[in-house]
C-alpha cells in the first residue's frame, strides 16, 4: 500500500510539476531568424528612372504561440540600375523597418500580412560620382522615414525551416516626394 501511494504521490507531483512549464511555453514569443533575396521593381516616378533591380535581406521575427500577431525586424539592402547609365548609373538603399505581421501561425500553408514603419537611406550614382538627391551637405545620401504594406505566404516544412514568399509596397518620403517602390522575395526562417 505505500508503495502504490508513493507512486501516485509521484505521478501527481510529475504531473503538476509539468503544468507551469506547458503553461510557460504558451505565453512567451517564439523567435525566428532569415533571410530572403528577390527583385525590387520601381513604381511611380522611381520608375522612370530606374529599372528592376535585386535585394537581399535578414529577419528577426517574434510570433506568439496564441495570437497571429507577430512582431518582425528587418535590414534590406537594394540595388537598381539606372535606365539611361550618362544620367544614373544606380541607386542603393539601405533600410531597417519594423513590421506587425498578422496571421494564422498553425497552418501548413500561411497567408499573412506584413506593414510597418522604417529608415531607408537612399543614394544615387552617376558616372562613378554622386548625384545629389538631398542637401549638399548629406554628401549625395538621404536617410528618410517611409512606410511599407504587403503580404505574403508562409510554408513550414516538415523540418524546422519555414520557407516564404512576400510582396511589400513601399514608399519613403524623400525631397519633393515619395520614393515608391515594391521589393518580392524568396527567403526562409529558422525557429
Not at 108 to 116: K, L, R, S
Not at 146 to 172: D, P
Request: with cysteine.
Amino acid at each position: 500500500m505505500k508503495y502504490l501511494l508513493s507512486s501516485a504521490a509521484a505521478v501527481a507531483f510529475a504531473l503538476c510539476a509539468g503544468t507551469p512549464a506547458l503553461h510557460a511555453q504558451s505565453v512567451y514569443p517564439v523567435t525566428h531568424f532569415g533571410f530572403a533575396g528577390g527583385a525590387t521593381v520601381p513604381t511611380g516616378d522611381f520608375n522612370s528612372s530606374h529599372n528592376t533591380g535585386w535585394n537581399a535581406m535578414a529577419l528577426l521575427a517574434f510570433q506568439m504561440p496564441t495570437t497571429p500577431i507577430g512582431l518582425r525586424i528587418d535590414a534590406d539592402y537594394a540595388h537598381l540600375n539606372g535606365q539611361d547609365p550618362s544620367l544614373i548609373s544606380h541607386s542603393r538603399i539601405w533600410s531597417g523597418t519594423l513590421d506587425l505581421t498578422l496571421g494564422a501561425n498553425d497552418l501548413m500553408v500561411t497567408p499573412y500580412a506584413i506593414g510597418g514603419i522604417g529608415l531607408y537611406n537612399m543614394k544615387t550614382f552617376s558616372g562613378g560620382s554622386t548625384v545629389s538627391v538631398s542637401p549638399p551637405t548629406d554628401e549625395g545620401s538621404v536617410t528618410k522615414f517611409g512606410w511599407n504594406l504587403g503580404g505574403g505566404l508562409q510554408f513550414h516544412t516538415t523540418g524546422n525551416a519555414t520557407i516564404f514568399t512576400e510582396a511589400r509596397f513601399t514608399s519613403v518620403m524623400t525631397n519633393g516626394g515619395h520614393t515608391n517602390f515594391v521589393p518580392v522575395e524568396f527567403g526562409i526562417m529558422f525557429p
